[in-house]
């Protein structure tokens, strides 16, 4: 681990942040910040640390999440918020969420002797951003907001080692009034939601642009795991018309639905499809052996609604009809909906006017979710910057250049501190 110092110079003092989580989170190539585990508790530990010693006022919320404050700041009016998650997926890049926590820590320092000059800041460290690790995404900010399901706390882990709840309880988290969907925060305390964020796709690196402004968030429909089940047998003595081939089945479904896709590109609507696993048994793996069961994941993102349950609903109708034409069967976990969501006009114009005269960025929707979305559903002002970043997300390789990191701190910072 890197040996601890005061670093108050904004360069410094992130490379510095940024680099001692790295080191102590890394799992690789990458890094591993499991959502209310080890990982993640080591990544908040470090920042409480770091924290206490550049005498920022630290506190943890009844759902784990970190806050930071400067202790002179004794204001009560409605405060803005800058967060972003500590955890990040397994093996995953050290930039995603993390990089945004560090921007808030380097804007209320920024602020410090002349915070008056902006609203009350408050910087939020959330837990549990990531769907990798129990299936749903937001535990933290929904768990503040009271809006987490409380099923969810019954998700096993990836590895079914042990549940939300489990996990939750040991990092000091006030699970019966979670599952009471008490709010553990009040949204009228909070004047808006601001987050700095890494581009996790391609498009900002192949544009040049190095900061943008997210206009909004695309939702989600999944389901974690769904079976095709069909029978195994012979693989030279089941005619076709006679097989049950599960992989066949899943291998239409997949192809029909990316051909409804492409038309629904065509016709101008925003959408994206993914299958991100799928397996036959392992048991039965041979060459000579027709599948007779298929699990797979699905998911489609859109930044409306309506596209979202039209998408899904052809998925349905193609499985039934696979079923009667291939005499499978599919078998669906709980369904999982995230809500799309729309960034605050007036925020988006107010970071317009803080860019510097004739640098007016871009603006970009996020294909990927973001703690700013649950804030954003509930009614709280929020925003995003996104800050360029090579070789996309998820995985060891991003790379964020310091330079566009630290602009896009210095348009938040601009737009929070501007009348």
Known sequence: MMACTTVTEPRALALSLLGEIREATRDGLGVTRESYGAGENTALRILTERAQELDLRCESDRAGNLWLSLPEDERAAPFLVIGSHADSVPQGGNFDGLA???AGILILLGLRGRHEDAAPVRVLALRGEESAWYGKAYLGSLSLLGKLPA????RPRRDGVDTLSEAMVRCGADVAAIARGEALVDTADIAAYLEVHIEQGPVMVNRGWPVALVTGIRGNVRHN???CIGESGHSGAVPRWLRKDALLAVAELLSRMDEHWRVLLQMGMDMVMTTGICSTSAQSHAVSV???EVAFSFEVRSQDTQTLERFYALMREECAAIERARHVRFEFDERLFTEPATMDAGWLQRLEAAAVQ???????ASGAGHDAAVFANAGVPSAMVFIR???????PHEAMDIDDFLAGIELMQRAMTSA
């Open 100 to 102: 945004g926590i560090v």
């Open 290 to 292: 027709i599948p007779g």
């Open 225 to 227: 795991l769904i079976r």
């Open 389 to 395: 970043n090579e070789n996309g997300s998820h995985n």
């Open 358 to 364: 004739g640098e007016k960025p871009e603006r970009i």
């Open 151 to 154: 099923a969810t706390l019954a």
